[in-house]
């Protein structure tokens, strides 16, 4: 005999396949309703900054904005309510910037006075964290966050790699150059050294002797070699995330080889194709 479930618990049941499953078709409707909600929201946000657009339709504006947070409301309610740990759900990263889409304009409204008036605007600004809901809606999304999770040890030791070359190159150029070029203490040369790395030369400080400038031309073809470095080591792990391999039924880890036995993250059997 199957076990009786109440009312309530089917209407959770449901509205979860609504709102957290794209297999139905009021699923994709919802998906996509959210979608086009959320574009629109952050597009008046950007609009709102504009001082002649905000001007002639500022009460427009207005009055969507209360729209599109009262409606926003309601989804972080119902994934709340659906959900079997709301607390767990509120604090990941989806509970998260779903709570920071509707807080700037609550917030807004119960603060008052001129004093607040710069908090207010720093918080309103914050509604365009709602462009991070639409990452729920890529499935792409999902095997980029696996590849920069798996590689983040060779991009940390990168980094550090790239934090050394700048800091020498910046000592060097301190002692080599004078403070009537800009070089005036090892922190002020260490950021020429990191504007010159990344290729971006702002060249409000630049190298006035021939050593300095020799320095600056391997500082910029350095600079050039190295922005592939982590560009190859993301792309490796994309790679090895859409084999078809196996993936680890204990800590969900793929990019195994085909014929792979063991995951190679935890160690555990993998499953038999």
Request: proline share 5%.
């Amino acid at each position: 005999m199957a076990p009786l479930t109440s009312p309530k618990e089917t209407n959770r049941a449901a509205l979860f396949r609504i709102i957290f499953g794209t297999s139905t078709p009021a699923g994709r409707a919802f998906d996509v309703a959210l979608l086009w909600c959320i574009v629109i929201s952050v597009v008046l946000v950007m609009l709102e900054s504009v001082p002649a657009i905000k001007a002639r339709y500022g009460h427009e504006f207005h009055v969507a904005e209360l729209c599109f947070t009262a409606l926003f409301t309601v989804e972080y309610l119902l994934r709340l309510w659906v959900v079997e740990r709301p607390v767990r759900y509120a604090f990941s990263f989806f509970g998260v910037v779903d709570l920071l889409s509707i807080l700037p304009t609550y917030l807004s409204l119960v603060m008052g006075g001129a004093h607040t008036l710069m908090v207010i605007r720093v918080l309103r600004l914050l509604r365009v964290f709602r462009v991070f809901k639409l990452v729920r809606y890529v499935r792409e999304a999902g095997m980029l966050r696996d590849a920069l999770i798996a590689s983040r040890r060779k991009i940390l030791v990168f980094l550090m790699v790239v934090l050394s070359i700048t800091i020498i190159f910046g000592t060097v150029m301190y002692l080599v150059e004078s403070p009537e070029a800009g070089f005036t203490s090892i922190p002020t040369s260490i950021y020429w050294a990191i504007v010159t790395l990344t290729t971006v030369g702002y060249g409000d400080i630049a190298p006035q002797t021939w050593l300095g400038q020799t320095l600056a031309a391997a500082i910029m073809i350095l600079g050039y070699a190295m922005i592939a470095v982590p560009t190859g080591i993301v792309s490796v792990e994309i790679a090895r995330s859409g084999s078809p391999g196996p993936k680890c039924l204990s800590c969900h880890a793929t990019g195994h080889l085909p014929d792979a036995v063991f995951c190679r993250k935890c160690g555990a059997a993998l499953p038999s194709p």
